[in-house]
């Protein structure tokens, strides 16, 4: 019996001195010595909501996208025409099929407009700024201190470098594709689009995103669009948002269509 104890005793030793030891709270290497940007008070990184957006409820032509001042952008006469028979199919029960109708990513500028179904979450790295909406799960690379590649592919989100100036990141935007527009209800923009973005922490709870939409092929002049964003609650999370793409469709003639046969 006392044999049998003392080799109890010992097999319990052994496994005691043999176990790992506990999980660390300690970064892994590569993230040593880096400075803590998530969530703090200072940098633009964390969880943020964005604030007045126009509900849909309201008439379609209270929705289109307006100038910092308040003003409607003036577009050339061609884009003009196109954006005015879109508000008018809109107007008559037959909405443009954006990006979003379709549950396609909304891209940029408009990523950052219409944020409504909750929070982006903002992550910061020495070389590169991340911006993950929960809309459609979108995701948007900002390289710092880079140089445009030559001829980029058009794209959702283009080819995008940052800087800072000061408190403010600057991000230059171009190579973005077409097929996205400037608002959820449709204003068109050219392959020509260039998006300077400019967001800055106004105070702890406060961010101020500010949008220059350059596009000689569909405005007259530049013009600027200007949105705030609040910090998000400490136990509201990013989640996943998507929707289902063989229930919204287009037809033929452009126009945003809900199937629920599929």
Known sequence: MQLFLRSGIAIALALTLSAPEP?????????????????????????????????????????????????????????AAVFEKRLVDAENGHPFATMGAMCMQQGIPLMMFAAAEGPVEILETPERVVIISTEFDEVWSIFLNQKHREDPDPNWHGDSVGHWEGNTLVVDTIGLMDRTTIDHVGMPHSDQLHVITRIRRLDKGTLEVRVTMDDPKTFYAPWTRRVIYRRAAPDQRLEESLCDNQRNGVDSEGHATFDTSH
Do not use: C, H
Not at 38 to 66: H, Y
């Open 23 to 79: 999980l660390s709270a300690q970064p892994v290497p590569y993230l040593k010595g880096l400075p803590r940007t998530v969530f703090n008070d200072t940098g633009i990184s964390g969880l943020w909501n964005m604030t007045g957006k126009v509900p849909s409820s309201r008439p379609i032509r209270e929705q289109i996208a307006r100038d910092e001042n308040g003003n409607l952008p003036k577009l050339l006469p061609g884009p």
